[in-house]
């Protein structure tokens, strides 16, 4: 894979293509965004339902499966896609991850242009080339590296982003900003601070924040494109975060958000990280309105998790080695590094 080639474009939907010629394109986009995507491009003075190439698929997690990339290579058959078709994703991470493998697929790659439209999508599944797909419940089974050459960022769609969606990219961005610096976690709890409800924060520091935040996964990347080490780092807050997701089925971000106060807590009790610290990023979970604690994901899921299945799945994490686990630990903001840890310490902790 080329290092991160991929041209990141802030501005608005209507103006892609301008960047690409419509009619190389084939959009997929879901059900829902749609009807949303087509009030965009009629700006550009486009019959965009009449004059482009569209593919619906379901909303969500839904799309991720053999089923629907089936029904997308079977649409793109109907428009005679060929070497030289343009695969446009227009949706979230969900969507981008099921056309990026598309793209990796269809006559063995074809060049793939993504517009995210949630918050996770811009700062987190847009950048780095990973797609997949699911199998049944297991997640990411199938999947490729495949980068977008263009990503284009319209901040205008995070304004019918529900609120839940849009706390979920605000736990990964709390995460980049944390292993970032001094100075990109401050910019984040000046955004809490404001008590400015996320549904109207402003067009230009939502683009400041999906910068910031693209910038910290892009450098991670470019360090190691195949995932195979440094990018672990990446990891912060969610071997946790993982096990609480899957037990709760709370969303992705909210388990997150807690997996990075635990893993806060932990590294406090292995005496690397100051307490001053894991309280402040505490305080900046919660003045967004994320949960930081087993006792706060409980009380939103509903009902008790238990630090034995906690550490039962954290013994079937792909992270193990043996009787340890890769850990990101957080020594103090803008420093995080890999860590091995005894699956029996991590008991021990939960316990306590
Ligand atoms: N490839 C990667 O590197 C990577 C990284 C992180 C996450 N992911 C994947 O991303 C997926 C989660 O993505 P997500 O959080 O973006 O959610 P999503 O794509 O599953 O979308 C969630 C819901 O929001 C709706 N939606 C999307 N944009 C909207 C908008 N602008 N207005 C109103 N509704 C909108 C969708 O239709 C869907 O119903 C997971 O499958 C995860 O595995 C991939």
């Not at 700006?43 to 593919?55: T, V």
């Not at 793209?103 to 993504?114: D, Q, S």
């Not at 604690?293 to 009380?299: F, L, M, W």
């Amino acid at each position: 894979m080329q290092r991160n080639p991929s041209m990141i474009r802030f501005g608005k939907t209507s103006e892609l293509f301008s960047l690409i010629p419509p009619k190389k394109a084939i959009i997929v986009t879901s059900e829902t965004l749609y009807r949303q995507a087509l009030e965009m491009f009629s700006y550009s003075g486009l019959n965009a339902k009449e004059e482009l190439r569209w593919i619906r698929v379901p909303d969500g997690e839904a799309c991720k499966s053999f089923s629907v990339l089936e029904t997308v290579c079977r649409n793109m058959i109907d428009f005679d896609a060929n070497p030289d078709t343009v695969l446009v994703a227009i949706g979230g991470g969900s969507l981008s991850d099921l056309v990026g493998l598309t793209a990796h697929l269809w006559m063995r790659g074809i060049e793939l242009v993504l517009v995210p439209t949630t918050l996770l999508a811009m700062i987190d599944a847009s950048i780095g080339g990973k797609n997949a797909i699911d199998i049944g419940t297991t997640k990411n089974l199938i999947g490729s590296f495949h980068l977008p050459r263009l990503i284009l960022c319209d901040v205008s769609w995070l304004e019918t982003l529900p609120l839940k969606n849009l706390l979920s990219g605000m736990a990964e961005a709390i995460k980049h900003a944390a292993i970032d610096s001094e100075e990109h976690f401050r910019f984040l709890e000046g955004i809490a601070n404001s008590e400015k409800p996320l549904t109207e924060i402003q067009a230009e520091v939502w683009e400041e924040l999906v910068q910031r935040s693209q910038q910290v996964k892009i450098r991670y990347v470019d360090a190691d494109p195949y995932d195979n080490y440094l990018r672990h780092a990446l990891n912060y807050g969610h071997t946790f975060g993982h096990a609480i997701e899957l037990i709760t089925e709370i969303p992705h971000g909210f388990a997150v958000a807690t997996g990075i106060g635990m893993a806060n807590a932990l590294a406090v009790s292995r005496g690397v990280l100051d307490p001053d610290i894991a309280a402040r990023i505490d305080l900046l979970l919660h003045n967004l309105g994320l949960p930081a604690n087993v006792e706060e994901a409980s009380a939103i899921a509903g009902c008790n998790i238990s630090p034995s299945t906690i550490c039962d799945l954290i013994r079937a994490d792909k992270k193990r080695r043996g009787e340890s686990i890769d850990f990101a630990l957080l020594h103090k903001i803008g420093d995080v590094r890999i860590e091995p840890i005894a699956i029996q310490y991590i008991a021990e902790f939960l316990e306590t």
